[in-house]
């Protein structure tokens, strides 16, 4: 049927988490006149009879994929999400002849390879909401779409690449959130999303969100996030996530996010919580933020010593760690501080004396991450993973036929040592303030991917930030 574009998800990771650029997506659709279909795989049993059901009475004009992850970033784990999607691909190629477009921020990261790989015909790198309806247009007319901003296209036996356009966001009207079962995944996966920027211009050497999402930050309007917190709230969504780089980046914007939050009366129907970077954040910011809604607040803490931060390309400082906990601890916002060592320069005294440190803020909860997943188009992946990757020093992961780090790849300091993980136990002590998925640490998993505790407390009535539900569980703390 002219006019159908069918949107497909087919994360299978638990506990679910939705895929908000998809009802973004359907919205952008529907506004340009097409209308949208969705197959969500996540719930289905039986993904072939779900798949033929879908495409049984009405082919689409288009089938898009999104690919959101290409792996799990746990060098514990290497989890590689590729031959998944690959599967789904064939999959869906069994059942339609509709042309295929793969999207999403992991495809953005390898746009012309992983059109190669999972035999795609189009991709879109970067955001789809212009880009996407129209591809639409144009198969539906009969146009050529090789002209469209940041459309990945076969030519031949060759793949080309469109540069990439950044869309304005302020005029953009993504609050319908119509598509998905978003209470369903609230119900199976604990939150819902939203979003209230796009890109990131900080300087972090290893971060691969400038690569997938630009360098330039562009700001929704703060009207319409209310209007999307609120249609999710009257869909029973009442415990949500910022799905942004970093909330308070620009802090202006994140008081104008807070102060509409609150002109519409949210701050006591709904319990959110954000990404922040430490750097930016004030006890203004923090109590602003706690009459919006906000519970808890995700820190991009990095290190815990002045040197390493500036090496890791960060802006903030140990002073600025201080500040962020006392004025967590002042608004009554529970705070994590994620960890992550193994960079360049990093050393087992660097990283001693950053458990202490946390031992001595007191965070409500410490993540650690040991090991620097590659990115290309980052400046430590340019540093640090030229070819033959297996010559490079304090490289682990998939070194062999991998030249594109496609599948993961991650650089360890050499003077940590091949036994870090027992090291930071032994530092740690059993302190339960402490996540790690390194099984080495002896510290609890706090990888999201197949996380039976966070499924089977969901299950149990709890909800909200992954990490603050391990750690009422830990307290013993009632569902919130």
């Known amino acids: ?21 998809l009802d973004y ?34 082919q689409p004009l288009l089938v898009g994929l999104t690919l959101r992850n290409t792996d799990d970033c ?18 869906l190629r069994r059942h339609t002849d509709a042309p295929l477009v793969v999207g999403g921020c992991g495809f953005s990261l390898f746009p012309e390879l992983l059109v190669t790989e999972l035999g795609a015909d189009y991709g879109i790198s970067g955001e789809g909401e212009a880009a996407l309806p129209e591809l639409a247009q144009c198969l539906q007319s009969g146009e050529d ?21 950044w869309a304005d966001l302020a005029p953009l009207r993504l609050s319908a959130r119509a598509l998905l079962d978003n209470a369903r995944y609230w119900r199976e996966g604990g939150q819902g999303g939203f979003e209230t920027k796009r890109g990131c211009d900080r300087g972090c050497i290893y971060c691969a969100d400038p690569v997938a999402k630009g ?81 808890g607040v995700n820190f991009g803490a990095d290190h815990g010593t002045d040197e390493q931060l500036a090496r890791l390309g960060r802006d903030h400082r140990v002073a600025d760690l201080r500040r962020t906990v006392e004025a967590c601890r002042d608004e009554g916002l529970v705070c994590m501080f994620d960890l992550l ?26 993540g650690i991450s040991t090991g620097v997943r590659l990115y290309p188009g980052t400046p430590l992946a340019a ?38 993980g027992h090291f930071i136990g032994q530092v740690i002590a059993g302190d339960q303030r402490f996540f790690c998925p390194d099984p080495a640490a002896d510290l609890t998993d706090y990888n999201y991917r197949e996380n039976t505790v966070l499924t089977e407390a969901i299950a149990a009535g709890h909800r909200g930030a992954y990490w603050d539900i ?11």
């Not at 006019?3 to 988490?17: F, I, K, S, W």
């Not at 340009?32 to 798949?51: I, M, S």
């Not at 319990?271 to 933020?289: N, V």
Request: aromatic content about 6%; hydrophobic content about 40%; overall charge neutral.
């Open 215 to 295: 360098r330039m930050v562009r700001r929704r309007d703060p009207r319409d996030v209310a209007t999307e917190v609120a249609t999710l709230a009257r869909q029973g969504v009442v415990h949500l996530h910022t799905c942004d780089s970093e909330f308070n980046v620009p802090r202006a914007h994140a008081l104008a996010v807070c102060e509409a939050l609150v002109a519409k009366g949210l701050g006591e129907q709904v319990r959110w919580y954000a990404y922040c970077t430490p750097g930016h954040f004030d006890r203004e910011l923090a109590g602003a933020m706690r009459r919006a809604g906000c519970v």
């Open 470 to 480: 391990l750690r009422r569980l830990q307290e013993g703390l009632a569902p919130a």
């Open 145 to 165: 779409p090789r002209g469209i901003t940041g459309l990945v296209y076969r030519d031949g036996d060759a793949v080309q690449a469109n540069p990439r356009g």
């Open 1 to 21: 049927m002219a006019g159908v574009v069918t949107l497909v998800n087919a994360n299978e990771m638990r506990p679910p988490v939705a895929p908000l650029a």
């Open 74 to 91: 746990y060098m514990a784990g290497q989890y590689s999400c590729l031959p998944q999607a690959q599967a789904t691909v064939q999959l």
């Open 25 to 58: 997506l359907g919205a952008a659709l529907a506004q340009a006149g097409f209308t949208p279909r969705l197959l969500d795989l996540t719930w289905a049993d039986d993904q072939e009879a779900a798949v033929r059901r879908h495409f049984a009475d009405e």
């Open 341 to 366: 060592f193994g960079a360049p320069g990093d050393t087992r005294e660097a990283v001693r004396a950053t458990l202490e440190l946390m031992q001595e803020l007191q965070p409500d909860r410490v």
């Open 383 to 420: 540093r640090v993973a030229r070819p033959p990757l297996r010559e490079q020093p304090g490289l682990r992961g998939h070194l062999d036929s991998n030249d594109s780090l496609l599948r993961p790849v991650f650089y360890v300091a050499p003077e940590l040592g091949e036994d870090i």
